[in-house]
């Protein structure tokens, strides 16, 4: 009973955690830009730097206006494929993935009906930003869903491929739309997976930032980055194997543009939305984002290339678990997450930053200032082993008491109602066992004496 007790407290505070992560997840970001040195000039209209852990906004130009992406776009594709497919899945090329490409659309020569692995098709679309892979990812994935089930049925009975094609697309640029808002990307909509120009396909560099923070998360994701050349086997249809290459130049240590410490990214280019660079790099320990967008050819890798090394230089990590020991202490209600990371400016130290609770019941969150700019929170874990075992020493409390001394009254009632909450719980169902066990004895005395009678 005792051991059941135990899951049904520790499973109480799992969903209460569920409940709330959402608003974790929107909360996480913040802005330290203004914390930091004056940035670097660069010739794109929009850029950003986003610390890929936490979030946290190291340089800001323009990062929330309305841009075109162009094939940047692809990045969010790759991430709904993987996150709807399995890598040995096989992907079959419609006629429209096919002969809906224009002049001057990147391709890598696939054909109709000719099958590829979501795997080397994903190469296709990053490597290669071939739009005829993206199509046919995208209706890969969208073909799968009630959403497409549902609305090809209202075609003619006959059907055409280029209906059904057009109809998966429409499909998946709604799937994009809501993984982009699931991202923290509330400023986009996307109307197709490859990128092509259209009004009402849009975003911002903060967005994509989101975007590619949600992608960078996906370890398939990062191994289809991490080729510059990748060679796809024959298919089903074509004998000869093809070789394709990384258009992200940052990537070739030979090149110019080499960047050490990066891990992958995209390139993106139609007229009305200039050259667009999608970039990711780790260095110390820190993973950093740049966005560009509305730059030029002669200039957007060395825009890419300031603002990481602004990033890189002017930025450090601190882990809370092992430096915030106002909350993180033994045999406690509550801890900070080990993985649980602070981004600072480099001339801060953490002595210098304050930090004030948010009360609640399940989880506070905790918060970290300086001078008034709110550098990051995350929330306290709930322990179920010390909840279970009731190990609420002085300590327990005392970790959740603020510096502040008006907080300290509040956290002590959260103490107090969690504890009685949880007496109440275990008294509740130690009673109705106990009531339970010997009404099932009763019975079974009865059964044995009316036995005896016969």
Request: charged share 20%; hydrophobic share 40%.
């Amino acid at each position: 009973m005792k051991r059941f007790i135990c899951y049904v407290l520790s499973l109480l505070i799992f969903l209460s955690a569920c409940v709330m992560s959402d608003t974790v997840y929107a909360a996480e970001s913040s802005d330290i830009s203004s914390l930091l040195p004056a940035p670097p000039e660069i010739v794109a209209e929009a850029g950003v730097v986003m610390e890929l852990s936490t979030g946290t906004v190291l340089y800001n130009k323009n990062m929330h206006n309305k841009m075109y992406p162009a094939s940047i776009t692809k990045i969010m594709t790759t991430l709904l494929t993987l996150e709807n497919c399995k890598l040995d899945d096989m992907i079959t090329f419609s006629h429209y993935d096919v002969y809906s490409l224009v002049y001057g659309d990147a391709h890598i020569g696939m054909r109709e009906n000719e099958q590829l692995s979501v795997y080397d098709c994903l190469r296709g679309v990053m490597l290669a930003s071939a739009n005829e892979c993206a199509n046919a990812a995208g209706e890969h994935v969208a073909m799968q869903t009630d959403a497409y089930k549902n609305k090809i049925a209202d075609l003619d009975a006959r059907g055409k491929d280029y209906d059904a094609s057009i109809t998966a697309l429409d499909v998946f640029a709604d799937m994009m739309n809501d993984r982009a808002k699931r991202a923290g990307a509330l400023n986009t909509h996307f109307t197709n997976p490859s990128g092509l120009f259209n009004e009402n396909h849009y975003t911002t560099c903060y967005d994509m930032a989101r975007i590619t923070r949600a992608a960078a998360s996906n370890q398939d994701f990062l191994d289809i980055e991490s080729k510059t050349i990748y060679t796809i086997p024959p298919t089903n249809l074509v004998a000869e194997p093809r070789t394709i290459g990384n258009r992200h130049k940052m990537l070739y240590e030979n090149n110019k543009n080499y960047y050490e410490g990066i891990l992958g990214g995209k390139t993106g280019y139609v007229d009305q939305s200039g050259n667009t660079l999608v970039t990711f790099a780790k260095r110390n320990g820190i993973t950093l984002i740049s966005v560009v967008m509305k730059s030029n050819s002669a200039n957007v890798y060395n825009d890419t290339r300031l603002l990481l090394d602004y990033g890189f230089s002017n930025c450090q990590s601190v882990n809370l678990a092992s430096t915030d020991t106002t909350y993180n202490l033994e045999n406690s209600l509550y801890s900070l997450n080990a993985d649980d990371n602070l981004i600072l400016p480099a001339s801060i130290s953490f002595a210098d930053v304050k930090s004030s609770v948010e009360p609640s019941v399940t989880s506070p969150e905790i918060h970290y200032t300086y001078n008034g700019v709110e550098l990051g929170n995350t929330r306290l874990s709930t322990n179920p082993d010390i909840f279970c075992s009731f190990k609420l020493g002085p300590d327990a409390i005392k970790h959740l008491k603020h510096k502040s001394k008006e907080n300290t009254s509040v956290l002590t009632v959260i103490i107090k109602v969690i504890i009685i909450t949880a007496i109440i719980i275990i008294i509740t169902l130690a009673v109705f066992f106990i009531v339970r066990y010997r009404l099932n004895s009763k019975r079974r005395r009865n059964r044995k004496n009316r036995k005896r009678n016969h």
